[in-house]
């Protein structure tokens, strides 16, 4: 089963086994994993288990839950993400089991790129589980690769500097489309899926 591994500066604190289909975070005692600090809300996140995969939930709590250093409100998780409440941080940790059937999930997605738009010789192959674009202290984009398919989050910048399909992205991620345009602080890129792609600009077969 899968667990989470709790440090604080470093420090392992405790590993905790997630053995319950909800597993409660939050600094009030009756919390599953009780995390004593005052940067945690008393009922601050919820760990949601079910058919081999592992989601977290924020309960609205006051500063937040961060996956990545991304901020969420709900995300899957995979084996490896890091979690940070309050100044603790949380690593997800999968058997091997589980690791190897994970793994396979995410080999299994389909490869992607972001082609520059007007450029069809420019393009980002999405080959890393996180891909960030744009420029620091301007505005950045994480584009994330799941076995499920793609997602694009804003993580630095103002409102309206990362756009899909013409409506702002904030800090929620997005799921992304083949054909997906992407601005980002004056950038426009495409989303391509490659075997889509492929059949697309492949000749008909006579």
């Known amino acids: 089963m899968p667990s989470l591994v709790i440090s604080i500066d470093g420090t392992i604190i405790k590993e905790v086994a997630l053995t319950k289909e909800r597993t409660t975070l939050g600094r009030r005692p009756y919390n599953d994993i009780v995390i004593s600090n005052l940067a945690v809300s008393g009922e601050h996140a919820l760990l949601h288990c079910a058919d081999g995969r592992v989601s977290i939930e924020d309960l609205q709590s006051t500063n937040g839950t961060y996956v990545n250093q991304q901020r969420i409100t709900r995300q899957e ?11 603790y941080q949380l690593s997800l940790q999968f058997t091997s089991q589980e690791y190897a059937a994970w793994a396979a999930a995410a080999a299994a997605a389909q490869p992607a790129c972001l082609r520059i738009d007007g450029d069809a010789a420019r393009e980002v192959p999405l080959v890393k589980p996180v891909t960030t674009l744009g420029k620091p202290g301007v505005a950045v984009a994480a584009i994330t690769r799941k076995a499920a398919g793609f997602t694009v989050t804003r993580t630095e910048g103002a409102d309206g500097s990362l756009r899909l399909n013409g409506l702002a992205v904030g800090p929620e991620a997005r799921p992304l489309q083949h054909g997906d345009l992407i601005e980002l602080a004056g950038t426009r890129l495409h989303f391509l899926l490659a075997q889509a792609n492929a059949s697309e600009t492949s000749p008909e077969q006579t």
């Not at 998780?77 to 100044?87: K, N, V």
């Open 77 to 87: 998780l995979q084996h490896g993400d890091q979690l940070h409440i309050g100044q």
